[in-house]
């Protein structure tokens, strides 16, 4: 009786991330941290404490109910030798402590940190969720990207953090095959799982989808996402001028923030479209403003993924995106959008006039990608498809162990079960 009371513990999930921007990377992150189901999860958050321009998810890590947060503030996203290795340390006396069941470790950094900490502390199920690579085409990493001998150092980082994993998480099958021709793990080691979002409620996306019918006659367009080079929003500006000598009241609405707005504002005010682009920094209220606009439009260089493109989808909006990594499985050319070549100021014009002129198949395009989400990139999905993945490798853990191994595992990781650092420890 005993040993089936302690085989029916909870399993223990501890997931490492070096940040909480409001970034992509993150909100995955937090999504599964929020929704796994809390019966049969016990969960923790490591995160470091470095914010950005972007905004930061704290005030939401704080929201969630029944989880522990540890804060490592050595954990940061830049390379820094010292902070890395204490960091390091860090975790691994936390791992050795607390003996979770399984670490899941999140986007490069804290992966190579993680993943090696979780090894060397001989936790047996460990989860690296990348997000994407520092050398796929089109990535420009600041203080990475054009540096050969950092990528190469990196690689070597990257290779080790995929040698310590059990399984790698890739967003698409692009996105798997990708590193496997770079050699940076085997085919076998991959599970694909789409990143996902929530879906906008029936009511609110019909109203969204009649919003085409009483459309004015200029269009209004919105991106969404950092302010950085590989985002490529300097072509959609150029794009913009070239729309301009069509629907001379074409309206832009940048949304997010970073490093290039300065420049970006520069770029509108020498353009003449300075009238034309509002820029609204970082907001809460997405959707809101994604019922209000036309056309979604994403003009990445490299985009692993691309969560946004889901929320536009998710409001019954066509989108338009850079034909890059994997944004064409999410985005279906033709149906639930267009798809152009990046850096193409000219291509990414002709699709907004395309779309701009053809109401009819921009609401057909925006009520597919509804659908298509709804299908394929739901909260729910993902998370399924998570629990499922940590379901199999624990199990195949436990069967692979001798008995006895199993059960002083299990007593170990029963013993050590007491309470984590909480949120008010952070403060």
Known sequence: ??????????????????????????????????????????????SGVSTGQEGSFWSRVRLIKDIHL??????TREVSPIKDFLSLVKLYHFFRLRHPDIVHCHTSKAGFVGCLAAKLAGVKVIIYLPQG?????????????????RLKLFYYLRKLASACATKIIALNYADKDEQVKLKL????????????????????????????????????LATIGRLVPEKGQSYLMEA?????????????????????????????????????????????????????????VLPSLYEAFG?????????????????????????VDGKTGLLVPPANPS?????????????????????????????????????????????RLVNRRDHAMPDSHATSYRHGVTASRGTWRGAEDTE
């Open 307 to 331: 969560i946004v493109l889901l929320e536009a989808m998710a409001s019954a909006k066509p989108v338009i995106a850079s034909r890059v990594n994997g944004i064409p499985e999410v985005v």
């Open 240 to 296: 913009v001028k070239l729309v301009k000598t069509k629907y001379p009241d074409v309206s832009l609405l940048v949304i997010g923030d970073g490093p290039l707005r300065d420049n970006l504002e520069t770029q509108a005010d020498k353009s003449g479209i300075k009238n034309s682009v509002k820029f609204l920094g970082v907001r809460d209220d997405l959707y809101s403003i994604l019922s209000c606009i036309d056309i979604f």
């Open 347 to 391: 291509a990414l014009s002709d699709a907004i006039i395309k779309l701009a002129a053809d109401k009819t198949l921009a609401q057909k395009m925006g009520a597919a990608g509804y659908e298509r989400v709804k299908d394929l990139f739901t909260i729910e999905q993902m998370i399924g498809k998570i629990d499922n993945l940590y379901g």
């Open 133 to 149: 690579h520092l050398f796929a085409e089109g990535a420009r990493i600041p203080g990475v990207s054009g540096n050969i001998l």
């Open 1 to 46: 009786m005993a040993t089936n009371s302690l085989i029916h513990k909870r399993t223990k999930v501890v997931h490492v991330i070096t940040r909480l921007i409001k970034g992509g990377a993150q909100k995955i992150c937090l999504d599964i941290v929020e929704k796994l189901p809390k019966d049969k999860y016990e969960v923790c958050l490591v």
């Open 70 to 75: 540890e804060v490592i503030p050595e954990l």
């Open 185 to 220: 793990a085997p085919a076998g080691k991959y599970e694909v799982i789409y990143n996902a979002v929530e879906i906008a409620s029936p009511a609110l996306s019909e109203k969204e989808r009649g919003r085409n019918d009483k459309s004015a006659g200029f269009p209004v």
